[in-house]
């Protein structure tokens, strides 16, 4: 069931019966014409946390947004919480908490007095309780302190706070966030995370659209990466990184020559930035000692050689044949 070039990795994944998101040729063709999502064959495992990357352009809010029953696919289903979507949306949204494209807020409306409205449109909550879960959810996105400044005056970073807070109101087993950190500055990238973490910790699953590498390294345990409406490849972080080979790194006062010489010995894709030239990491026949030596005898200063850990952006390349266009 997997789609033609796509790669899974790891078969013994659990799939059915645990997969909280499973799509099956999920479609959407948007009436200009634009193929935005092809034949999606996702499947996020139960208390993952999932990192849904891919380029600007991909296709990842349209794809969470048919998740989440906002729009429908051309062909294709999905399931989101064991159900059909949009088809179930009454039974399954009420457990999802979902943070997509940006909160809609009442700027006029104190970040407090916004979450307030949030829970009262919930006819399953609780008046009675509605204060503390409202205080609770601000700690939790750390607003506490600007809760009563009205929502037109929040930063970016504390508007998404804001609408992370209104996804936290209630209990949820699956929080869907598209680019969560996006617009915010590394010390609000960095509470997110935590913050993802410590939900994650909860068994809540969580999956999470961004087009950053590093980003989803750091905080998912699986991931999906798009390309062009396409999934490239899905599976446990650590064995997509594996799958690709390492890098060749060489520090050196003299990289022009390295590269040359390294060029001559049959190494391939190499880079030079700076006093770093890095390149394919050769066949395991190869032994690195030997280029090492190439490059002292060429006359060659090396300062450091070796191979890095493969990266998630490594394998991305090595998939894709393409670069990973952070700005997009
Ligand atoms: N409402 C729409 N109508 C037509 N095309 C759209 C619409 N929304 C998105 N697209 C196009 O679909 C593709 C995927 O977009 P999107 O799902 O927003 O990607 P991402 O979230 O990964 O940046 C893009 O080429 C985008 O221009
Ligand atoms: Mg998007």
């Given at each position: ?172 087993r699956l929080l869907v966030l598209d680019e969560p ?93 700076g006093d770093r030239v890095s390149a394919e990491a ?47």
């Amino acid at each position: 069931m997997t789609e033609p070039g796509a790669v899974t990795v790891s078969e013994a994944e659990p799939r059915t019966g645990t997969a909280v998101i499973e799509t099956r040729g999920l479609t959407k063709r948007y009436r200009g014409g634009q193929l935005a999502v092809d034949g999606l064959d996702l499947s996020v495992p139960d208390g993952s946390v999932f990192g849904f990357l891919g380029p600007n352009g991909s296709g990842k809010t349209t794809t969470i947004r048919m998740l989440m029953g906002l729009i429908d696919p051309t062909s294709g289903t999905a399931r989101v919480l064991g159900h059909p979507m949009p088809g179930a949306g009454r039974t399954v949204l009420p457990q999802v908490g979902a943070l997509i494209e940006g909160p809609a807020l009442y700027g006029f409306l104190t970040g407090r007095d916004n979450l307030v409205r949030y829970d009262s449109a919930d006819p399953t909550a609780d008046p009675r309780t509605r204060r503390d879960r409202v205080e609770a959810a601000l700690d939790r996105v750390g607003l506490g302190a600007a809760a009563g400044k009205k929502a037109k005056a929040y930063s970016l970073g504390m508007k998404q706070r804001l609408g992370l807070a209104a996804a936290l109101l209630q209990p949820r087993r699956l929080l869907v966030l598209d680019e969560p950190t996006n617009g915010l500055d590394p010390q609000g990238m960095r509470e997110i995370r935590n913050l993802v973490r410590e939900l994650a910790a909860d068994g809540t699953t969580v999956f999470l659209s961004s087009h950053l590498l590093d980003e989803i390294e750091q905080v998912c345990t699986h991931a999906a990466v798009m390309a062009r409406g396409r999934l490239v490849i899905q599976g446990p972080v650590a064995d997509l990184a594996a799958g690709a080979r390492g890098r060749l790194a060489v520090t050196t006062p003299d990289p022009g020559d390295a590269a040359r010489i390294l060029k001559e010995l049959g190494v391939t894709g190499i880079t030079a930035d700076g006093d770093r030239v890095s390149a394919e990491a050769p066949p395991g026949d190869v032994e690195l000692a030997d280029l090492n030596g190439a490059l002292v005898r060429g006359g060659v200063r090396v300062r450091s050689f070796g191979v890095e850990r493969a990266s998630l952006e490594d394998a991305f390349v090595a998939l894709t044949g393409e670069g990973f266009d952070v700005a997009g």
